[in-house]
Nanobody, 115 residues
Framework: QVQLVESGGGLVQPGGSLRLSCAAA????????MGWYRQAPGKQRELVAT????????NYAGSVKGRFTISRDNNKNTVYLQMNSLKPDDTAVYYC????????WGQGTQVTVSS
């Protein structure tokens, strides 16, 4: 079965960095667009970034463009989200998803940006 397992979340000070990872299993990873989404308390889940199957097409939400970088390693069945210059508004549970719109979700990893 499809499995998406996120890791790398935590508590970081404003201006800091984190790198999220999502390990995928149970499907042909290199054939699918992958994405990162986030959901802050009291808000709807929103798209953060997507990356096409071979990595050639990447899209970012305007709020993270220039600060976050999505990438993937098809040999390791893993998609990454490098997050730099983090702000308190980036605090959320971050989810990995297969396809856009998503057909499968990971369980999420908490990212808290606070001093």
């Amino acid at each position: 079965q499809v499995q998406l397992v996120e890791s790398g979340g935590g508590l970081v000070q404003p201006g800091g960095s984190l790198r999220l990872s999502c390990a995928a299993a149970g499907f042909t990873f290199y054939a699918y667009t992958m994405g990162w989404y986030r959901q802050a308390p009291g808000k709807q889940r929103e798209l953060v970034a997507t990356i096409s199957s071979r990595g050639g097409i990447i899209n970012y939400a305007g709020s993270v463009k220039g600060r976050f970088t999505i990438s993937r390693d098809n040999n390791k069945n893993t998609v990454y989200l490098q997050m730099n210059s983090l702000k308190p508004d980036d605090t959320a549970v971050y989810y990995c998803a297969r396809e856009n719109p998503p057909s499968y979700w990971g369980q999420g990893t908490q990212v808290t940006v606070s001093s």
